[in-house]
Nanobody
Framework: QVQLVESGGGLVQAGGSLRLSCAAS????????MGWFRQAPGKEREFVAA????????AYADSVKGRFTISRDRAKNTLYLQMNSLKPEDTAVYYC?????????????????WGQGTQVTVSS
C-alpha cells in the first residue's frame, strides 16, 4: 500500500518562501506523475502543479506560475513544492498525490494515492 506523507507547511508572512515535501513509501514507487493540490476553507480542492515522474516535465496553475516550482527526487521517492513570493491567497491545506496513467494532470480524480495534507498559512 502506497503512503504519501507531506511536510514543511507552516506560518509565513506575505512575500516569504516555504518548501513542501512529500515522501512516498516503497522502494519500487514509480508513478506516471505526481501533483500538488490545495484546499482553502469553504472552497473546493484545486490543482496547483504537476510533474511527470520520469521525464520531469511540469505544469502549473495560472495562480502560482512563476512563484512555485514542483520537482522530484526519484531516488528518494520524494516530491517537492518550492513556494516563493507567497500571498495570503495561497493559504490552504496542501496535498500531494500520485497517478499511474497518463491523463489529465489537473483533475483530482486522476490521482490514486493522496497524502494527509499540510497546512500553509500566509499572513498579511
Amino acid at each position: 500500500q502506497v503512503q504519501l506523507v507531506e511536510s514543511g507547511g507552516g506560518l509565513v508572512q506575505a512575500g516569504g518562501s516555504l518548501r513542501l515535501s512529500c515522501a512516498a513509501s516503497g522502494r519500487t514507487f514509480n508513478p506516471y506523475g505526481m501533483g500538488w493540490f490545495r484546499q482553502a476553507p469553504g472552497k473546493e480542492r484545486e490543482f496547483v502543479a504537476a510533474v511527470i515522474w520520469s521525464g520531469g516535465s511540469t505544469a502549473y496553475a495560472d495562480s502560482v506560475k512563476g512563484r512555485f516550482t514542483i520537482s522530484r527526487d526519484r531516488a528518494k521517492n520524494t516530491l517537492y513544492l518550492q513556494m516563493n513570493s507567497l500571498k495570503p491567497e495561497d493559504t490552504a491545506v496542501y496535498y500531494c498525490a500520485a497517478r499511474f496513467y497518463t491523463g489529465t494532470y489537473s483533475e483530482s480524480n486522476e490521482y490514486k494515492y493522496w497524502g494527509q495534507g499540510t497546512q500553509v498559512t500566509v499572513s498579511s
